[in-house]
């Protein structure tokens, strides 16, 4: 189906909501691949992305909002729930929307989708919540509980993060998780420059910035790169910056052996073939085929012939190569993301503490199977996209205590871009999404002794 009147674009959101609900699925890619099936226009698409990540983002909010006007929740269908509170989301939240048109088209969608009571019980609860207005989060008395709530984020994440961070920390970064990602790509430079690069974009109607941290890296204003002519050549990788500075820690040069250990879709190896000016080779491993595919892809596109792919259970390659034979390994370790909830709103709302312990675990058995692979000398990164010390500062901590013949790499500083530096003390980095806007990401830079 076609998408032509605006209305649609809501009952859209709505289908979006529920299915993202029902399938456990991830936002982004069902966002996407709506989008690419009804050949929205640009108007549309800013709308319906607003709408879906914005209901999904505040979540928690809007229930608090609804629920004195909502008697028995449990007993509404779910879709009903979806709807109130895609309707309460552009009520309170945006301002170029009417509340009378918000209304309006909750109601005729109620008609369509329920019967003649179901459109009167949402026309009530909305018209109550016009007339009487909202309760007020400043009743909850609770600070912990009243940040979970007014950036609709789980009581024991915020409590957890508290702990970790303080107060002020936590705050700040479950604010930017409300916020929209930008998008950030990284230019090959194996085929062109920065400054040329950017110049071929704006000719195309990109709006493009250059970031101001990673000399590589541009910044997208206006656009998605990702149907640039500069990307279908092999000009660039839709990278975040966080991510790209996981390459500069590790610091592999030219004709190196280098391990890339999870690496899919292949970001961080191109990177690191890039860097090494496409010599020498990177041998990128992940779990599973089709993600292996991509990779290969990613690699042709850029004209990259150092990268060579391997499927594999990455605790299992002592199996496959011999002890200390890399100069580099590279172990971007599968983790909670608690990191990329910009990008993956709905995650906040289906990870538990116990995900998170059970991660910690195979992080350490993924640690150890590398480690032995790492020639004397050689440097291990461990980083992850997440921001929680129990994946980050303690697996290595662990690591560390049980591995005497590793030691942190206080040197990696010198190699990152200068305006990283301020933020590394030691051997290890953790980047918060408010610190320049990019994902929350953690660096481990680890040495073997000679």
């Not at 909002?65 to 709807?83: R, S």
Request: charged share 25%; glycine share 6%.
């Amino acid at each position: 189906m076609t998408i032509k009147a605006k209305k649609n674009v809501r009952e859209t959101a709505l289908d979006l909501l529920t299915s993202i609900e029902k399938n456990q699925s991830y936002s982004n890619l069902l966002l996407n691949s709506t989008i690419e099936k009804n050949e929205l226009s640009p108007v549309d698409v800013g709308l319906l992305t607003e709408l879906t990540y914005g209901t999904l983002q505040r979540r928690m909010a809007l229930d608090f909002f609804l629920k004195p006007f909502v008697k028995d929740n449990k007993k509404l269908a779910d879709w009903i729930l979806h709807l109130l509170r895609l309707t309460v989301y552009q009520m309170v939240y945006l301002d170029r929307i009417p509340d009378r048109a918000a209304i309006y088209e909750a109601v005729e969608i109620a008609k369509k989708r329920g019967h003649k009571g179901i459109a009167s019980l949402v026309n009530g609860v909305l018209r109550s919540i016009q007339r009487e207005g909202l309760p007020s989060l400043s009743e909850v008395n609770d600070p912990v509980e009243r940040l979970s709530l007014e950036t609709s984020h789980p009581l024991w994440l915020v409590t957890r993060w508290v702990n970790q961070f303080g107060y002020d920390k936590t705050k700040e970064m479950c604010e930017i998780n409300l916020t929209a990602p930008m998008q950030t790509a990284r230019v090959n430079l194996t085929k062109i420059s920065r400054v040329e690069c950017v110049q071929l974009l704006e000719e195309e109607g990109y709006q493009i910035e250059k970031s101001p941290i990673i000399p590589e890296a541009i910044r997208a204003l206006k656009g998605n790169l990702a149907s640039s002519m500069a990307y279908k050549y092999g000009m660039l990788t839709i990278q975040d910056e966080s991510s790209m500075l996981a390459t500069y820690a590790l610091g592999a040069e030219e004709n190196e052996f280098v391990l890339d250990a999870c690496a899919a879709p292949g970001g961080k190896s191109t990177h690191i073939a890039e860097k090494m000016q496409n010599t020498g080779e990177v041998i990128s491993v992940d779990l599973h085929q089709h993600k292996v595919r991509l990779i290969n892809e990613n690699a042709r596109r850029l004209g990259l012939s150092n990268v060579k792919t391997n499927v594999s259970d990455s605790r299992l390659l002592p199996e496959k190569f011999k002890h200390e034979t890399f100069h580099r390994i590279l172990l971007d370790a599968p983790c909670s993301g608690l990191g990329v909830m910009r990008r993956k709103p709905d995650m906040k709302y289906t990870k538990t503490e116990k995900d998170l312990d059970r991660l910690s675990s195979i992080q350490q058995d993924l640690l150890t199977s590398v480690a032995s692979l790492l020639r004397k000398g050689g440097t291990l990164v461990y980083s992850t996209c997440t921001v929680d010390k129990e994946e980050n500062e303690q697996t290595v901590k662990t690591f560390l205590e049980t591995n005497p013949e590793f030691e942190g790499d206080l040197s990696f500083k010198t190699r990152m871009p200068e305006a990283v530096q301020p933020l590394i003390t030691g051997f290890d980095l953790q980047i918060f999404p408010q610190d320049f806007g990019s994902d929350g990401f953690y660096i481990a830079v680890l040495k073997r002794k000679v």
